[in-house]
Nanobody, 119 residues
Framework: QVQLVESGGGLVQPGGSLRLSCAAS????????MSWYRQAPGKERELVAA????????NYADSVKGRFTISRDNAKNTVYLQMNSLKPEDTAVYYC????????????WGKGTLVTVSS
């Protein structure tokens, strides 16, 4: 059974930091690219950050560049999102996604973790 379980969300003041984790099981984690998305109330889901299967390449939304860092530990089947200098506009539900291309692309989503940035 495939599972992606996010954790680490919560309430944080502007300027603060949080570290999100996404624990994967039920599939070969090291063969999948991983991404973090977020969805704020009333807005569409957007890509925040992505990392290749081996972790050699990353990319970020312009809105989080220099503040967020995505990383992964293939030995622990976990992807992380370190979020620094948080702003109220970072408030959203954060989701992780696993993706593998090829003849039969595969995609899995977690259920999300809520991040609220407020004083």
């Amino acid at each position: 059974q495939v599972q992606l379980v996010e954790s680490g969300g919560g309430l944080v003041q502007p300027g603060g930091s949080l570290r999100l984790s996404c624990a994967a099981s039920g599939f070969t984690f090291s063969r999948y690219a991983m991404s973090w998305y977020r969805q704020a109330p009333g807005k569409e889901r957007e890509l925040v950050a992505a990392i290749t299967s081996a972790g050699g390449s990353t990319n970020y939304a312009d809105s989080v560049k220099g503040r967020f860092t995505i990383s992964r530990d293939n030995a622990k089947n976990t992807v992380y999102l370190q979020m620094n200098s948080l702003k109220p506009e970072d408030t959203a539900v954060y989701y992780c996604k696993a993706y593998r291309g090829g003849l039969i692309p595969m995609e899995y989503w977690g259920k999300g973790t809520l991040v609220t940035v407020s004083s």
